[in-house]
C-alpha cells in the first residue's frame, strides 16, 4: 500500500491531516493524524494528539510480558516518560511505534521519510525497555485507515486539512498543543477556521 510522498501525484505520506471544526465523525474531532501510506489502494494514519490514559507504557510491558512487574522501577527514564496514544479506531490494541530513523529492524521497520520510520513489532518495546531503543518515538494503539478514494474525498469535501510534519511536532510538542501548532503552521487557527466555516 506504499504511496511515496509525492504531492504531485496527490498522496501525502509524512504529512499529517488536521480535522477540521466541523469534522462529522466524533472519534476525529480536533484530532491530528499521520500519514503512514497513503496510495490509489487507501490510507492509514495514526492520531498524534488523543493520549490513552488508561495505560502507561510500563504497564503495558508488564502485559505483554516483555518485562515482570518488579521491573518496572527499573526502565530506562526515556520509556517511562513514551506516552500511550489512541491511534485510531481500528484494531485499538494493536501497537505501532513511530520514531526517529536511527532505530531499524529489516522487514519490520517501514521508513515513512528520512526522518520518521514505524515499528510494529514487539521488537522494538523490547528494545526500549533495555534502553536500546529509537533515540525518539511515540507509541499508538489502533489506527485510521481509509479504503481506496476515501480519504481523497473527505480532503475534497474539506473534512481534513494537511500539513507538514516534522520530528518537532511528532516527538517534541506536547500533545494538547499539537492541534494549534499544526493548524499555526498553515497561518490559521481553530477559531478563524470555525467563523469561516460555510463562506466561500
Not at 171 to 195: H, Q
Amino acid at each position: 500500500m506504499r504511496g511515496r510522498l509525492t504531492l504531485e501525484g496527490g498522496y501525502f505520506d509524512g504529512q499529517v491531516l488536521i480535522a477540521m471544526p466541523g469534522m462529522e465523525d466524533p472519534r476525529f474531532a480536533r484530532s491530528v493524524v499521520y500519514l503512514c501510506a497513503h496510495s490509489s489502494e487507501g490510507a492509514m494514519g495514526l492520531v498524534i494528539n488523543q493520549r490513552r490514559d488508561d495505560v502507561s507504557l510500563p504497564q503495558l510491558l508488564v502485559q505483554l510480558s516483555i518485562i515482570d512487574e518488579d521491573d518496572m522501577i527499573r526502565l530506562p527514564a526515556s520509556a517511562e516518560r513514551l506516552s500511550v496514544m489512541h491511534g485510531g479506531p481500528v484494531e485499538g490494541e494493536r501497537g505501532f511505534v513511530l520514531h526517529s530513523a536511527d532505530y531499524f529492524v529489516g522487514n519490520a521497520t517501514l521508513p515513512i521519510n528520512q526522518e520518521v520510520c514505524l515499528t510494529a513489532t514487539l521488537d522494538i518495546l523490547r528494545a526500549i525497555a533495555a534502553g536500546r531503543g529509537p533515540r525518539r518515538s511515540m507509541l499508538a494503539l489502533g489506527y485510521a485507515n481509509w479504503g481506496p478514494g476515501q480519504l481523497d474525498d473527505e480532503l475534497q469535501h474539506n473534512g481534513w486539512l494537511t500539513c507538514h510534519a516534522d520530528s518537532r511536532l511528532l516527538f517534541d510538542t506536547p500533545v494538547n498543543r499539537r492541534y494549534d501548532l499544526a493548524l499555526s503552521r498553515l497561518g490559521v487557527t481553530a477559531a478563524s477556521l470555525s467563523r469561516g466555516a460555510g463562506h466561500a
